[in-house]
């Protein structure tokens, strides 16, 4: 059968998009990531506390495309093999700009007495200076709002030694007495961990976490009470595959 000039054009150009659809699909290929940022076992430096098992972790889970990925989020605390609270986080997150991504969701508390539900806005991403920063508003039932605010650096002592300094911030809008939440400023968590990459998917750490609760928040644990103020020493490892 002859095929015709036009034919023949609408041929080439049948292949080249087809083409160019199979180099698009392997130039953006479907990702994944487990990163467990914290595995730890921890001190408390309170006397009455020292027989305490006291663990926590913080991991992360990634799958998706160079613009659009599903995030897990995760964190939480064991004391004397019992969780006491912990928390997950699933979110959609897409790419705003280079090194920032929007990421929105749920997010849930769950405690040893109640638990909480809130619906997450994020921004999530490389400050200048190389500072990471993830950063969430969220809309709780009730009408309380809450911020939280993470930053974190790491400082390259050697190719494989890592002192790796964070602070968090956490705020509420309105007094919760049932989650044990104040107005304004409630609570700042500071730590610093001191890594050793044996490689770089694997990674042990020594360090020390500091935490403080501020105004109402205070008050109310007080009320409750739970402590105040903890300086924890800690052990733990990073890894990530």
Do not use: C
Request: proline share 2%; hydrophobic share 40%.
């Amino acid at each position: 059968m002859k095929m015709t000039k036009r034919g023949f054009t609408v041929s080439l150009l049948a292949i080249a998009v087809n083409n160019m659809s199979f180099a698009h699909e392997a130039a953006d290929p479907l990702i994944s990531m487990v990163s467990i940022n914290q595995l730890e076992q921890r001190l408390n430096n309170d006397s009455q506390s020292d027989d305490l098992d006291i663990s926590s972790w913080n991991a992360d889970v990634w799958l998706g495309k160079n613009l659009g990925k599903l995030w897990l989020k995760t964190e939480g605390e064991f004391v004397d093999g019992q969780r006491v609270e912990s928390e997950l986080q699933v979110l959609y997150s897409h790419a705003i700009a280079p090194y920032w991504d929007l990421q929105i969701g749920w997010r849930g508390d769950f405690n040893q007495d109640q638990n909480q539900h809130w619906f997450a806005v994020g921004l999530q991403g490389l400050a200048p200076y190389f500072f990471e920063i993830d950063s969430a508003l969220y809309f709780g039932e009730g009408g309380q709002t809450a911020l939280r605010i993470d930053a974190e650096y790491e400082l390259m002592l050697t190719q494989k030694l890592i002192l790796s300094p964070e602070l968090e911030t956490t705020l509420y809008s309105r007094n919760a007495p049932k989650y044990e939440q104040g107005s304004g400023l409630a609570k700042i968590d500071a730590g610093l961990r001191l890594r050793y990459e044996i490689r770089r998917e694997f990674a042990p750490y020594i360090g020390v976490n500091w935490s403080k609760k501020y105004g109402n928040t205070a008050d109310l644990a007080r009320h409750a009470t739970s402590d105040v103020e903890t300086m924890e020493w800690l052990i733990g490892v990073k890894l990530w595959y």
